[in-house]
């Protein structure tokens, strides 16, 4: 065992863990962050996306201790200060983002680095940037939606793939 | 996954040390290397992580060709090349997916030489250098086989040499689920030569088509392998695909790849 520290959404934590603990373990079972989801556990589906140091990463797929000292941001560090949706998360809900809401932390993680990276996507440009976020229930219809109008675009008839 | 320790070294000399401990095994961007030890395939006491040595990392220009540390991610080979070498901006920024880039390494990816894996073929295209801690091979002699490669125990990959083509292109037939390559095809173009670097077709790994190396020296067209088709002995078969489909689709890429960089 070995003492980990970071700096999980402006908080600095500290705990111990194994060599084999994942980051996502280590956010759900040492700080109890469970936003953070477990889906698939073979970096294929992007539920437990988080980012690391300013980049979207798998915490299923990164160890805890390879996160020691770094700055982490997960879907609890997404509000807005006074605790209201962002514009992200509010676009999911407004545009009916999601059903089950499983994947849908590791979907605004990912969408909200898409728009740092490219302001204003075109739809092609955000189901590419998805291909690592896997949802089961929407068809990414209203994902696609939601991120289009929350990167302040007109949402053209967006057809279902 | 079976317990291990995990070490952080922050220089390669310390790695190196760290490195010779019974069953100690490099871990780099881990994209590979932590599903297989969730599945317990395998079992190292010691996991040396490369992520935190700086002299790992970056792309410098040297006489004509790329120079790439082992640790450099795919995500920042996309961005970095993206002006001095799109055909290889182009081939690590369709890896996997944003995040996946964002963590597996070059040096990764070479060291584990998955048949399907993209960079051996702009390797073996380009003519590039595997640079270790102790030697610089040859892609020509690096790459040995499924998994295997000339890397020796106890030797990491540091970095790549890549000659930077006049025009190059890669083109990936995608298998859906994995995003992997069932073919891929990689075609680079320097004066007075071609290289033609093919993955996830063969059974012996990534090869060059020198066939259509030499046809596309003296015509750097689609037209000149019009009647060329590649045999599909020794290409692999699984559920994704025949040898006789994987060797239509070197031609059908390779093709491609050649049209995309005229």
């Known amino acids: 065992m070995a003492m980990i520290s970071m700096t999980v959404n402006g908080k600095t934590h500290s705990a111990e863990a194994e060599g084999r603990t994942l980051l996502v373990e280590f956010l759900r079972e040492k700080?109890?962050?469970t936003g953070t989801h477990v889906g698939c556990d073979t970096s294929q589906c992007g539920a437990c996306t988080v980012h690391v140091n300013g980049q979207n990463v798998k915490a299923c797929t990164m160890f805890a201790a390879e996160a020691d000292g770094a700055e982490v941001t997960t879907i609890e560090g997404m509000a807005n200060g006074d605790g209201s949706l962002n514009?992200?998360?509010?676009?999911?809900?407004?545009?009916?983002?999601?059903?089950c809401g499983f994947c849908t932390p590791g979907m605004v993680m990912s969408a909200t680095k898409l728009l740092e990276e490219n302001p204003k996507p075109s739809e092609q440009e955000i189901r590419d940037y998805l291909q690592g976020n896997i949802c089961r229930c929407t068809g990414y219809h209203n994902i696609i939606k939601a991120i289009l109008a929350a990167s302040g675009q007109d949402m053209p008839a967006v057809a279902a793939e | 996954m079976y317990d291990f320790e995990l070490t952080r070294p922050g220089t390669l000399d310390e790695a190196l040390a760290a490195l010779r401990a019974e069953d100690a095994q490099p871990l780099s961007g881990g994209q590979t290397l932590i599903p297989t030890l969730k599945q317990r395939l395998a079992m190292p006491s010691v996991l040396v992580s490369l992520t935190g040595i700086e002299e790992l990392r970056g792309i410098t220009r040297e006489d004509g060709a790329l120079r790439i540390g082992g640790g450099t991610t795919h995500g920042q080979i996309a961005r970095e090349t993206a002006d001095s070498f799109p055909g290889l901006s182009h081939l690590?920024?369709?890896?996997?997916?944003?995040?996946?880039?964002?963590?597996?390494?070059?040096?990764?990816?070479?060291?584990?030489?998955?048949?399907?894996?993209?960079?051996?073929?702009a390797m073996m295209a380009t003519g590039g250098t595997v640079i270790t801690n102790n030697r610089e091979i040859a892609a020509d002699d690096y790459f040995q086989g499924m998994f295997t490669t000339a890397l020796e125990e106890d030797e990491i990959v540091t970095g790549v040499r890549i000659p930077v083509p006049q025009s190059s292109n890669y083109q990936k037939f995608e298998q859906p689920a994995s995003r992997f390559p069932l073919v891929g095809v990689f075609v680079a173009r320097f004066d007075g030569r071609v290289g033609v670097g093919v993955t996830g077709a063969s059974e012996?790994?990534?090869?060059?088509?020198?066939?259509?190396?030499?046809?596309?020296?003296?015509?750097?067209?689609?037209?000149?392998?019009?009647?060329?088709?590649h045999p599909a002995d020794g290409m692999i078969s699984d559920l994704h695909g025949t040898a006789e489909y994987r060797a239509h689709l070197i031609a059908v890429m390779t093709r491609r790849a050649v049209a995309a960089a005229t």
């Open chain 2, 92 to 121: 690590a920024g369709k890896i996997g997916d944003p995040a996946v880039r964002n963590r597996g390494t070059i040096g990764g990816s070479l060291a584990n030489n998955d048949p399907s894996a993209c960079y051996p073929a």
């Open chain 1, 87 to 99: 514009v992200m998360q509010q676009a999911f809900q407004d545009h009916h983002g999601l059903q």
């Open chain 1, 31 to 33: 700080l109890h962050l």
């Open chain 2, 204 to 229: 012996g790994g990534v090869f060059r088509w020198r066939e259509a190396e030499e046809a596309l020296g003296s015509d750097f067209t689609p037209e000149a392998l019009k009647d060329m088709s």
